[in-house]
């Protein structure tokens, strides 16, 4: 079956990075895009990044842009989120998702979920 499990989040200060990893299996990675999403209690999950099929396409919220990075490895079946310079409004359960075809930055058009990983930034 299609499982996505993140993994690299954890307390960090302000300023500090991360780096998220999202390894997949159960689907042909490679036609699908992927994307990150935020979510804290009470509020709806939230775009933070999406990359094409083979890389190429880059897009990033405006509040993560210049700060984080996200990549892919169709190799590995993986998918990557560097965050640098991190803030405590980057606190939030961290999600990697999947959709077949082009990126988007709506939840709501993505098929797969991995379970989240917890971020936390210290001020």
């Known amino acids: 079956q299609v499982q996505l499990v993140e993994s690299g989040g954890g307390l960090v200060q302000a300023g500090g990075s991360l780096r998220l990893s999202c390894a997949t299996s159960?689907?042909?990675?490679?036609?699908?895009?992927m994307g990150w999403f935020r979510q804290t209690p009470g509020k709806e999950r939230e775009f933070v990044a999406t990359?094409?099929?083979?890389?190429?396409?880059?897009t990033y919220a405006d509040s993560v842009q210049g700060r984080f990075i996200i990549s892919r490895d169709n190799n590995k079946s993986s998918v990557y989120l560097q965050m640098n310079s991190l803030k405590p409004e980057d606190t939030a359960v961290y999600y990697c998702a999947a959709r077949p075809g082009l990126t988007r930055v709506s939840a709501n058009e993505y098929a797969y979920w991995g379970q989240g990983t917890q971020v936390t930034v210290s001020s």
């Open positions: 159960g689907y042909t990675f490679s036609t699908h895009a």
């Open positions: 990359i094409s099929r083979i890389g190429r396409d880059t």
